[in-house]
């Protein structure tokens, strides 16, 4: 009795030390290896921040760095170059090992020291040393009475895969560029590298475009918005409009750069297009026809036209759109064309015959074929939704697996490279509780156990060459449902954090009780950073009340 008492407290005992452990080591995305080491590092009064490498670009993260602890703790570090001993060092590590987003973090009570390659790689040493340290660390005012202290331990970590992304439709609801930057930092903070910029929808066309200008003028505004369950078809009456001018976007695209994030812009064709025909009506099915962006959400028959107009309106929209966008990548969109109208048309029927195309499916790829022709021609890749797998996959098309999984393993197949982000996991719009308990979303159920479910590799159904092509995994938040950015926030977190980690924690080393053990204690940082995360502190629940004044139309 007496030996299994002790038994008992001895296992009490473990299971806590574990927890504790678990707790202070409660990284989001983990990592690939950690060791925990006893004792920790205590920030000094004047902490210093020494960069071996004289690089301006490892210096700049470094104050970045500095900057931050500054803000929480109200000491700002010395940045120095050059060696030093004890602090926080900076060293440079010759490779290949930890490649480009690659480092090692050992902390020790004397010393911290961030090895990398790459800048990359230490600003996720950074992001990792951060959240070693007490939440508030994330505040952007000084918290007194914290004990600036960091458990010691040894890092070794790199991504899973090299495409970590979320896209974000500015389409359906317009946010401002002070809420796009937040999105970033926060893709930052989970180390994220991809933010997809989905640009252009059927309800507003939201970037500045100098040759077209009606686009920002006409395409930009709809009259009205369709509010609550699509099937109650109940409009607000208000005009709602708003886009990004040129400079908004470069100074979007500078920050992004500065985290480590690239920016791809998704220009929709030749679908999702109702927006630009309410100002070109000549590049559609009928010049005449009187067209305003759409109020109602769903898929639209009126599409873009294969003609030389709409050839040349688009290599002319691109051609703005690339120099303001250095991303390999151009998303062109190809997905939920209706082929209603091209079936109808005369002009669409002889342009099949000629070119020998035997259905519309191979309209649209002959469509998407021109568009990578002229955006490879500029020493860019297309990237589309799986849509453009019909009708023939376009010679240098990079697929983004949304209806499933499926869509990605056939274009692997064929040599391609793939994005996954199927509706199943990796679709943030879908409800993450009972309904009942919910804002009205656009359906489905995906709570952040499922999300977490997720394994982008394919290995059963490729071979490991073909596995090579699935660069990764993306997140999707469309908006139809989110007209704040407070429900952005809500619906987006702490969903994503799952799907980062999906995308950069080895698969054998993932566990939902783990992670969201982990995310427990990561709240506590999202609460600083004022993330209005499904079950937030600070927001609780979902304040955005529709608009009394609506009407059935
Ligand atoms: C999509 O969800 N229509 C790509």
Redesign the pocket.
């Known amino acids: 009795m007496k030996k299994s008492f002790l038994l008992l407290i001895a296992l009490c005992v473990t299971a806590l030390a574990t927890h504790a452990q678990t707790n202070t080591y409660a990284l989001v995305p983990k990592p690939t290896h950690l060791e925990a080491r006893s004792g920790s590092y205590t920030l000094p009064a004047k902490p210093t921040i020494a960069v071996q490498a004289a690089d301006p670009e490892i210096s700049r993260i470094a104050r970045m760095l500095a900057d931050q602890l500054a803000k929480a703790t109200g000491s700002a570090p010395v940045v120095t170059t050059g060696k030093a001993s004890g602090g926080i060092s900076f060293v440079s590590a010759k490779g290949p090992k930890l490649g480009a987003e690659g480092y090692t973090l050992t902390v020790s009570p004397k010393q911290i020291v961030i090895t990398a390659e790459q800048p990359k790689g230490f600003f996720y040493g950074v992001q990792s040393l951060m959240q070693l340290m007490p939440a508030a660390v994330f505040s952007p005012t000084k918290v007194s009475g914290v004990a600036w202290t960091v458990p010691a331990c040894t890092i070794e970590d790199q991504p899973r895969y090299g495409y970590r992304g979320s896209m974000l439709d500015v389409g359906r609801y317009f946010y401002p560029v002070a809420f796009i930057k937040k999105y970033i930092d926060l893709l930052a903070v989970h180390k994220m590298n991809t933010f997809h910029w989905h640009l252009t929808e059927d309800q507003g066309w939201r970037i500045e475009i100098k040759k077209y200008p009606k686009l920002t003028e006409v395409s930009s505004i709809r009259p009205k918005t369709m509010v609550g369950h699509y099937r109650d078809k109940v409009y607000d009456n208000k005009p709602y409009g708003g886009f990004y001018t040129q400079d908004e976007v470069r100074d979007v695209v500078k920050y992004a750069q500065e985290r480590f994030v690239t920016v791809i812009p998704e220009i929709e064709m030749p679908g999702h297009s109702v927006a630009v025909l309410a100002a070109y009506p000549e590049l559609g099915s009928n010049p005449d026809k009187t067209l305003t962006p759409s109020p109602t959400w769903g898929v639209h028959d009126d599409v873009l036209f294969p003609r030389e107009e709409t050839f040349t309106f688009l290599e002319n929209v691109l051609t703005e759109v690339m120099a303001l966008f250095p991303s390999q990548y151009i998303h062109i969109g190809g997905?939920?064309c209706p082929k209603t109208q091209w079936k109808q048309s005369k002009f669409c029927q002889a342009l099949m015959k000629e070119k020998g195309l035997k259905d519309e499916h191979e309209l649209q790829s002959y469509f998407i074929q021109r568009i990578d022709k002229f955006v490879t021609s500029k020493g860019r890749r297309i990237i589309g939704?799986d849509e453009i797998l019909e009708g023939g996959l376009s010679p240098n098309a990079t697929v983004?697996s949304?209806r499933g999984i499926n869509g990605g393993i056939a274009a692997a197949r064929q040599n391609h490279d793939v994005i996954m982000t199927p509706?199943t996991y990796c679709?943030l719009d879908y409800y993450q509780a009972d309904p009942k308990t919910q804002p009205v979303t656009i359906g489905g159920l995906l709570p952040i156990e499922k999300v977490y479910s997720f394994n982008p590799s394919v290995t059963d159904s490729l071979t490991a060459e073909q596995s090579k092509h699935v660069l990764g995994v993306q997140a999707?938040v469309?908006s139809e449902y989110m007209p704040t950015t407070h429900s952005v926030e809500y619906m987006a977190y702490p969903r994503l954090i799952a799907v980062a980690e999906t995308g950069w924690t080895p698969q054998d080393a993932r566990n939902i009780d783990d992670f969201k053990q982990r995310l427990e204690t990561h709240k506590k940082r999202l609460d600083f950073l004022k993330v209005n995360y499904f079950g937030a502190p600070i927001n609780n629940t979902f304040q955005y009340v529709w608009p009394k004044e609506t009407a059935k139309k």
């Open positions: 997905d939920e939704w983004m949304w509706t679709y999707n469309w």
